[in-house]
């Protein structure tokens, strides 16, 4: 069977295949004293509130299951406008927010609509897989830029100015950032904006863990420069609806009526069921609960990375949000006689059951020498994590 050079061209997801590995070692231990404890999938380990289930089992009670609208349930993008109004200051028109099948719908819809064949996007390395195989599946190609510590793993204005060339069509951001929990700080966001407006490119920018910030400094939406700046969130994170598949994108009104002919054609709608259960999302009894689990995830963070640190795993920046620590493992993969972050992911899964996730996937610009861990597990069991490293590593 012959594929398509555009399906060959997508790597393969190696969280994924590692996660695999840890599920097949997990039924292997799954009676002994040291079961696995995963800290390699983003995932947060809270699900949705009380008041979000309730409204998802009212909606199929009800069978108020129909198709919404492609843009997504008018009543639910008028929340999410008063989200925006009310925790950022910042006033986003229900018009301009279209309702998508997770944030990846998202992405692969402002994809298709702004990028030509060969068309270039600008990314930091680190970044997210998925994030660049969404450019090559549009047929664009996405250019790593290598980031360093003291940029905090993001993009600079100069460094978009230098990259850009005639194929350039935009940056692709995340702020805070998967693997690293770092932030672009606002005023060099605004910088690279500028840049990119003055070629007439794109911005857009992955924003699918802002709720999860925990510095004021960082803990705004772009979307306060300027209305051409498209934004991707999601329910997912701070929301804690993984499963749900239910996101949303913010975009110009000139994209809004070619968002929504791709999204007809390509997936109808988001599903109805999640679309009336994040309604209840907004309710104040919801926020007050997820802004009680943003406070665990903090304490979580600033307990573990400590504590990494103190195993000579170093996380050079302090991760500003989401629930990720990027830690450099080259003196931990001498002490094991392992050969960088891949072999070390897997010593430490099979020596102390403890899963990680390696640096392959996020890019080439010194992963191999990091892992990410993810802290969005219980405090307990990070504080197991530790105790299993430590015996690992002394």
């Known amino acids: ?15 994924m295949e590692v996660a695999k590995a840890a599920q097949a070692l997990a039924r292997e231990v799954a009676g002994s004293s040291d079961p696995m404890i995963f800290l390699n999938i983003g995932e947060p380990d809270f699900t949705a509130p009380p008041l979000v289930q309730e409204a998802a089992a009212r909606a199929v009670r009800d069978g108020a299951t129909q198709y919404t609208q492609s843009l997504g349930h008018e009543p639910l993008r008028e929340r999410i406008s008063d989200w925006y109004q009310q925790r950022f200051g ?35 390395d680190p970044s997210y897989p998925c994030n660049r195989h ?29 990259a ?11 702020s805070p950032s998967n693997p690293t929990g770092t932030s672009i700080a606002p005023d060099e966001l605004r910088r690279i904006h500028g840049v990119v407006q003055e070629h007439g490119g794109i911005t857009l920018i992955d924003e699918i863990y802002l709720g999860l910030s925990y510095d004021d400094a960082f803990g705004q939406t772009a979307l306060a420069i300027d209305d051409n700046v498209i934004s991707i969130n999601s ?11 239910l996101g949303w994108m913010v975009v110009p009104d000139a994209m809004v009526p070619v968002v929504e002919r791709l999204a007809q054609n390509l997936f109808i709608c988001a599903s109805t069921v999640s679309q009336l259960a ?15 689990r943003r406070a665990e995830f903090k304490a979580r963070r600033d307990y573990f990375i400590p504590e990494l640190q103190a195993l000579g795993l170093a996380v050079p920046v302090m991760p500003d949000g989401a629930f990720y620590a990027w830690a450099d493992c080259a003196s931990a993969c001498k002490q ?19 899963a990680v996730t390696p640096g392959r996937d996020f890019g080439t610009a010194e992963t191999h020498h990091f892992v990410r861990f993810s802290t969005a597990n219980s405090m307990a069991q990070l504080q197991e994590s530790v105790a299993r490293l430590r015996g690992l590593l002394g």
């Not at 450019?135 to 100015?161: C, F, H, M, W």
């Not at 999302?281 to 997820?290: D, V």
Request: a neutral charge.
């Open 1 to 15: 069977m012959k594929f398509s050079t555009r399906a060959e061209r997508i790597e393969p997801f190696y969280v």
């Open 90 to 124: 910042v006033n986003v028109p229900a018009r301009r927010i279209v309702v998508t099948a997770g944030a990846s719908a998202a992405l692969h819809l402002a994809c298709l609509a702004l990028i030509e064949a060969g068309d270039e996007v600008l990314m930091p």
């Open 134 to 162: 969404f450019v090559s599946a549009a047929e664009g190609n996405a250019v790593l830029i290598p980031t360093t510590a003291a940029e905090r793993y993001q993009l600079s204005a100069d460094k978009v100015r230098a």
């Open 164 to 174: 850009w060339n005639p194929r350039t069509r935009g940056v692709l951001l995340a």
């Open 235 to 245: 329910f997912s994170k701070y929301f804690n609806m993984t499963g749900w598949r």
């Open 278 to 292: 994040a309604m209840a999302c907004f309710e104040a009894e919801s926020i007050a609960e997820y802004e009680r």
């Open 336 to 354: 094991l006689g392992v050969q960088g972050s891949w072999d070390f992911a897997y010593e430490v899964m099979r020596r102390a059951h403890v």
